[in-house]
Structures are given as structure tokens and as C-alpha cells.
């Protein structure tokens, strides 16, 4: 149970929304305005978190990482990969406040994938370690996707 | 070795060695073939690196075709390989992927194998057949070899010795060790493919400027190199390192920097048949344990390590590398991920798919090519095509 107000709970959760909302309109300039100008963003398995194992499957540790992620997905691969719609549903389960307008928000995710060909299927589960900053905006200064899925059923374009 | 009757007459094998038929990627008859022949048959199969066992007590399961495998080290020190069964009822043993433990027990009966596969203890023994001594209960051993820490198992005794099995692919296969096979293992990307197994490993040189548009965009060239194959299915890959310049298409293309030592320059890429492909390109050591998933689809498990001798500033620089270069989500090969379904869908349609890139001879086998020829894969097809019997058609 958090101690925090509803109004930064809200908040908190506008920022995932936003998140998850800017992967799943596949606007990756939309998902890159979710960062601060100093976060990260790490997609990685339970297993290897597990086992402090440091091989992630997407791995952009500064802002210029996650610029070079737009431009993997919008210009790097446009035009060679199948088509995919995801959807992300979310659940925060804890936040705590870490000073300086911060907050360390756990969210479980699950996102279901579309192809083309219309048969829906699960692409991965698992669940978010997140630093965000309340400001003006709400931004993340860091966002860790651990996937459960330590075999994910497919290739993944769009971050999680 | 020959296929059953049944088989052999419906698969209509062409005549042009440059022409495999579609249907061998899509038919269960044939699948169960293969599993025959060639996952539990004369070949060998990469299963581990000690780079992923380090401490006595380590463990990995991990598949050969559809049989189950225990990768172990002891308190011995030793790495042993033994099917991942019980030797009382064949209940799957280990159910974790990788982990350390002091003793396995088999939780139906209790049965408990220490960690040479020994049996130590079996609950209620005095009621057991007449027959039943402990000492044949042992846990089910896999014949096994190694080649600079790579670890491989056969489920046949007439597999050659693996240093001839190997023959040239040796010398790929040291390029991507760093030369010693001293490694340490950096983690997984795991991912299953809707694709047969053979589509999948049909990658080829040709490909890779055309498929993968982050090379042009990067002004990435490749550098000289050859690639051969040999007679019994491997292919390797040698040239010379080629680091991209800094276009300013990347915002960090720190990314894109070699930072290895002379004595690990090179890439190289090493394809055992019938499934396992290592690579070493720029400074990430990749090993891709596989295996097929029944017939239309392929579990990949990509393995990244570092050297043992490698500095903190150098394990990171491979950490970020690899993380974001090669796999399922890589820079340089989400494509491939991308294609493979699409192929194994395609390869549903009548006839034959046809090799053309660096193709020389259509009557025949040879095992040198340039480096971006797709005629490299032509080898592998051949001793595919022996390997279960299946009989050319005349020209």
C-alpha cells in the first residue's frame, strides 16, 4: 500500500499511460519526449537479472542510445520486417518517493501482439523498475523492463 | 544410411545440387527423419560452454533435437553430459535452465544422483527386482567432447572423434574464441522462431548488404575474406575486420568502436552442422545454441561472453555491444529474426527454392567460395540430403 497523495499516484500513472500509449500508436518520437535528457532505458530477461547476468536485448544507457533507438525502428528497419500492433496493459503494484520530485514506481506489464495476419498472441510479460520525475512533466529518468518471457516468441521492434 | 522405404520415394529430390525442394522444410514425416538421422544420429552437437559452468555444482539443461540434456560440473571439476531423465522412470531430472546444485533428486520417487550422475539413494531398495543393483542406475551418460570450452554431446558411437568431425571449421571456430576459448559468460537472449530448423541455419553471405540496411546507412563495408564448407555440413566464415566510420548517423556511435587486441582481430563465423552457429564480429563473442521446437519452429539461444582477460572497461563495452547489435532485437540482424517466418510460410507452396549467388557448377559439389556467395549453404544440403537417404533425381 503507498503512502503517496492521489494526486501523484495520478500523476505517476499519466506518465505510463503516456508510455505505453506512445508504443502502442508506434510513435517513437512520442516515446523518446517520455525520457529525461539523462535516462536509460533497459529491456532485459528475469534470467539474466537473475543471475546477474548483464546481457540486456535492448540496452540504451544514455540519451543518445535512445535517440539511436528511433532511428533503428524508423529508418534502420523501415521497410523489412513484418508489421506488428502491441498492446500494453498495465498494473502499478508500488511506488515510494526518493526525493527530488522522484518516485520508483513498479508496474506489471503485459502486452499482447497483432500481426498482420490478425491472430492475436502474448509477446511478453513481466514488469517495469522505473524511476519517474514529476515536474512540469511527468518523465523517466530510467525505465527497466524485466520480461518473464526469457523466450520471447518472436522478434521485437518496438521497445517494451 | 538410408530412409525407411515410405520416405525416400515422396521427396522428389532435383537433379540440380543448386535446388532443394520445399518441402522437406514443412513435412512431419520428414521432421521425424531428421530426428533420427541426424539429431540422434552420427553428429555432434554444441550444448555448453565451460564459460557457462565455472563452479563445481554448475548446471545447464538445454535440447538435442527433442531429447532432453543435463550439462553438469562436478565436485570433481569435471564437466559430464547425461540425458535429463531419471534412470528410475524417466522423469524429466533438472527443470531449471541453468543454476548450482550439490545434488539431484528426482522428486516422484526420491531417487537422488550426486553430481557425477551417480545414484546415492533409492527409497525402499530392499523390495526392488532381483536384478536391481544401484551401481546401473546411474544417471543415463551422453557421450561428450570439447573444443577450446565448447562442449559437445552425440547420442551415437560411430560420431567420428570430434577433432575430425570439426576438420576446417576448426579455424573459424578459434577466430571466435579469441583464439583460447578462455570465456566468461555475459547472459542470453532467448527466442523461438516460427521456422524450420533448416531455414533458419540457411542463412547466407549473399544476404547480408541487401537485408540488412544498417550497413549501408553506416558505410559499413565488409572486409576480405573467404568462406568454405566441408563435405560433412560446416561452413565457415574468415575476413578481416572492418570497424564502421562515424557517419554521424549514430548520436553514440561509441557502439560501433573495436576495442580488442590484436590478437582478436578478425571476424569469423562458425556453422556446425546440423544447427549451431558462433560468430565473433567486432568485439562480441556470440554462441547460438539451437534446437527445433517440432517441425515449424526454432528455439535460438543466443550466449554472449567475454575473455577471461578482459578489463572492466572492455566487459562493458561487450555488454553494450552485444546487447544491442546482434539477436532477436540487434541492430544488424532483427532482419534475420524478421525474415524467418516469412520464409517458412513461403516454403509452403509447391517446388524447389533455387540458389543462384556464386553458384559455379550444377552437377556437382565444391567447398570454396567467395564471401558473400550464398553457394557456401550448397555442402550442408548435400550431406543433409545423404544423411537421410534421399535419392537425386537424374538430369
Same mark, same amino acid.
Given at each position: 500500500?503507498?503512502?503517496?497523495?492521489?494526486?501523484?499516484?495520478?500523476?505517476?500513472?499519466?506518465?505510463?499511460?503516456?508510455?505505453?500509449?506512445?508504443?502502442? #500508436? /508506434?510513435?517513437?518520437? %512520442?516515446?523518446?519526449?517520455? @525520457?529525461? &535528457?539523462?535516462?536509460?532505458?533497459?529491456? +532485459?530477461? =528475469? *534470467?539474466?537479472?537473475?543471475?546477474?547476468?548483464?546481457?540486456?536485448?535492448?540496452?540504451?544507457?544514455?540519451?543518445?542510445?535512445?535517440?539511436?533507438?528511433?532511428?533503428?525502428? #524508423? /529508418?534502420?528497419?523501415? %521497410?523489412?520486417?513484418?508489421? @506488428?500492433? &502491441?498492446?500494453?496493459?498495465?498494473?502499478? +503494484?508500488? =511506488? *515510494?518517493?526518493?526525493?527530488?520530485?522522484?518516485?520508483?514506481?513498479?508496474?506489471?506489464?503485459?502486452?499482447?501482439?497483432?500481426?498482420?495476419?490478425?491472430?492475436?498472441?502474448?509477446?511478453?510479460?513481466?514488469?517495469?523498475?522505473?524511476?519517474?520525475?514529476?515536474?512540469?512533466?511527468?518523465?523517466?529518468?530510467?525505465?527497466?523492463?524485466?520480461?518473464?518471457?526469457?523466450?520471447?516468441?518472436?522478434?521485437?521492434?518496438?521497445?517494451? | 544410411?538410408?530412409?525407411?522405404?515410405?520416405?525416400?520415394?515422396?521427396?522428389?529430390?532435383?537433379?540440380?545440387?543448386?535446388?532443394?525442394?520445399?518441402?522437406?522444410?514443412?513435412?512431419?514425416?520428414?521432421?521425424?527423419?531428421?530426428?533420427?538421422?541426424?539429431?540422434?544420429?552420427?553428429?555432434?552437437?554444441?550444448?555448453?560452454?565451460?564459460?557457462?559452468?565455472?563452479?563445481?555444482?554448475?548446471?545447464?539443461?538445454?535440447?538435442?533435437?527433442?531429447?532432453?540434456?543435463?550439462?553438469?560440473?562436478?565436485?570433481?571439476?569435471?564437466?559430464?553430459?547425461?540425458?535429463?531423465?531419471?534412470?528410475?522412470?524417466?522423469?524429466?531430472?533438472?527443470?531449471?535452465?541453468?543454476?548450482?546444485?550439490?545434488?539431484?533428486?528426482?522428486?516422484?520417487?526420491?531417487?537422488?544422483?550426486?553430481?557425477?550422475?551417480?545414484?546415492?539413494?533409492?527409497?525402499?531398495?530392499?523390495?526392488?527386482?532381483?536384478?536391481?543393483?544401484?551401481?546401473?542406475?546411474?544417471?543415463?551418460?551422453?557421450?561428450?567432447?570439447?573444443?577450446?570450452?565448447?562442449?559437445?554431446?552425440?547420442?551415437?558411437?560411430?560420431?567420428?572423434?570430434?577433432?575430425?568431425?570439426?576438420?576446417?571449421?576448426?579455424?573459424?571456430?578459434?577466430?571466435?574464441?579469441?583464439?583460447?576459448?578462455?570465456?566468461?559468460?555475459?547472459?542470453?537472449?532467448?527466442?523461438?522462431?516460427?521456422?524450420?530448423?533448416?531455414?533458419?541455419?540457411?542463412?547466407?553471405?549473399?544476404?547480408?548488404?541487401?537485408?540488412?540496411?544498417?550497413?549501408?546507412?553506416?558505410?559499413?563495408?565488409?572486409?576480405?575474406?573467404?568462406?568454405?564448407?566441408?563435405?560433412?555440413?560446416?561452413?565457415?566464415?574468415?575476413?578481416?575486420?572492418?570497424?564502421?566510420?562515424?557517419?554521424?548517423?549514430?548520436?553514440?556511435?561509441?557502439?560501433?568502436?573495436?576495442?580488442?587486441?590484436?590478437?582478436?582481430?578478425?571476424?569469423?563465423?562458425?556453422?556446425?552442422?546440423?544447427?549451431?552457429?558462433?560468430?565473433?564480429?567486432?568485439?562480441?563473442?556470440?554462441?547460438?545454441?539451437?534446437?527445433?521446437?517440432?517441425?515449424?519452429?526454432?528455439?535460438?539461444?543466443?550466449?554472449?561472453?567475454?575473455?577471461?582477460?578482459?578489463?572492466?572497461?572492455?566487459?562493458?563495452?561487450?555488454?553494450?555491444?552485444?546487447?544491442?547489435?546482434?539477436?532477436?532485437?540487434?541492430?544488424?540482424?532483427?532482419?534475420?529474426?524478421?525474415?524467418?517466418?516469412?520464409?517458412?510460410?513461403?516454403?509452403?507452396?509447391?517446388?524447389?527454392?533455387?540458389?543462384?549467388?556464386?553458384?559455379?557448377?550444377?552437377?556437382?559439389?565444391?567447398?570454396?567460395?567467395?564471401?558473400?556467395?550464398?553457394?557456401?549453404?550448397?555442402?550442408?544440403?548435400?550431406?543433409?540430403?545423404?544423411?537421410?537417404?534421399?535419392?537425386?533425381?537424374?538430369?
Amino acid at each position: 500500500m503507498s503512502n503517496l497523495s492521489i494526486e501523484i499516484l495520478s500523476a505517476l500513472d499519466n506518465a505510463q499511460n503516456g508510455y505505453i500509449n506512445s508504443l502502442d #500508436t /508506434k510513435n517513437m518520437d %512520442g516515446w523518446l519526449a517520455n @525520457y529525461t &535528457t539523462d535516462g536509460s532505458y533497459i529491456c +532485459i530477461a =528475469a *534470467e539474466n537479472e537473475a543471475n546477474n547476468l548483464p546481457i540486456a536485448l535492448m540496452l540504451d544507457d544514455c540519451y543518445a542510445r535512445l535517440q539511436d533507438r528511433v532511428t533503428y525502428v #524508423t /529508418k534502420v528497419w523501415a %521497410g523489412t520486417f513484418e508489421d @506488428y500492433q &502491441t498492446r500494453h496493459f498495465t498494473q502499478r +503494484i508500488g =511506488a *515510494e518517493a526518493v526525493g527530488n520530485d522522484t518516485y520508483k514506481v513498479i508496474t506489471n506489464y503485459h502486452i499482447l501482439f497483432t500481426p498482420e495476419q490478425g491472430q492475436t498472441n502474448v509477446l511478453v510479460t513481466g514488469h517495469y523498475q522505473d524511476e519517474i520525475v514529476l515536474g512540469d512533466t511527468a518523465l523517466f529518468k530510467s525505465k527497466k523492463a524485466v520480461m518473464d518471457t526469457n523466450v520471447s516468441p518472436r522478434y521485437i521492434v518496438y521497445p517494451v | 544410411m538410408n530412409a525407411p522405404e515410405k520416405y525416400s520415394p515422396l521427396v522428389r529430390w532435383p537433379a540440380k545440387v543448386n535446388e532443394i525442394p520445399k518441402e522437406v522444410f514443412f513435412r512431419e514425416d520428414v521432421y521425424q527423419l531428421e530426428l533420427e538421422n541426424i539429431f540422434y544420429g552420427p553428429e555432434w552437437h554444441p550444448v555448453a560452454h565451460t564459460g557457462e559452468l565455472p563452479n563445481k555444482g554448475d548446471f545447464k539443461t538445454i535440447n538435442v533435437g527433442e531429447r532432453p540434456i543435463l550439462v553438469v560440473r562436478g565436485d570433481d571439476g569435471d564437466i559430464r553430459t547425461f540425458y535429463n531423465a531419471c534412470a528410475h522412470r524417466g522423469n524429466l531430472l533438472e527443470t531449471r535452465v541453468s543454476g548450482n546444485a550439490v545434488e539431484f533428486e528426482c522428486p516422484y520417487h526420491r531417487w537422488l544422483f550426486d553430481l557425477r550422475g551417480e545414484l546415492r539413494g533409492a527409497p525402499g531398495d530392499d523390495d526392488f527386482s532381483p536384478s536391481y543393483r544401484k551401481e546401473d542406475f546411474g544417471l543415463p551418460a551422453i557421450r561428450s567432447a570439447e573444443f577450446m570450452g565448447l562442449i559437445f554431446v552425440t547420442c551415437s558411437d560411430e560420431t567420428p572423434e570430434l577433432d575430425e568431425y570439426l576438420g576446417r571449421v576448426k579455424d573459424a571456430l578459434a577466430i571466435t574464441f579469441n583464439g583460447d576459448g578462455r570465456l566468461k559468460l555475459l547472459g542470453y537472449q532467448k527466442v523461438l522462431y516460427d521456422v524450420n530448423w533448416k531455414a533458419y541455419v540457411d542463412n547466407d553471405g549473399y544476404h547480408a548488404p541487401l537485408l540488412h540496411a544498417a550497413f549501408k546507412l553506416l558505410d559499413w563495408q565488409g572486409g576480405k575474406g573467404e568462406q568454405y564448407s566441408t563435405k560433412n555440413g560446416h561452413i565457415g566464415f574468415e575476413s578481416e575486420l572492418k570497424v564502421p566510420k562515424d557517419t554521424g548517423f549514430l548520436k553514440d556511435p561509441t557502439l560501433l568502436q573495436f576495442k580488442g587486441t590484436a590478437s582478436s582481430k578478425g571476424s569469423a563465423i562458425a556453422s556446425t552442422f546440423p544447427i549451431t552457429v558462433i560468430t565473433k564480429h567486432m568485439d562480441m563473442i556470440n554462441i547460438r545454441f539451437a534446437f527445433p521446437r517440432g517441425v515449424g519452429q526454432t528455439e535460438v539461444h543466443y550466449g554472449y561472453y567475454c575473455h577471461e582477460d578482459d578489463d572492466d572497461e572492455m566487459v562493458q563495452h561487450r555488454i553494450r555491444q552485444s546487447s544491442n547489435m546482434l539477436g532477436p532485437t540487434g541492430l544488424v540482424s532483427m532482419e534475420d529474426a524478421s525474415i524467418f517466418h516469412r520464409i517458412h510460410v513461403g516454403n509452403h507452396t509447391p517446388g524447389n527454392v533455387t540458389f543462384q549467388k556464386g553458384v559455379k557448377h550444377e552437377d556437382r559439389i565444391w567447398y570454396d567460395f567467395k564471401q558473400n556467395d550464398e553457394a557456401g549453404n550448397l555442402p550442408r544440403w548435400e550431406h543433409y540430403r545423404q544423411s537421410l537417404g534421399f535419392n537425386r533425381e537424374e538430369a
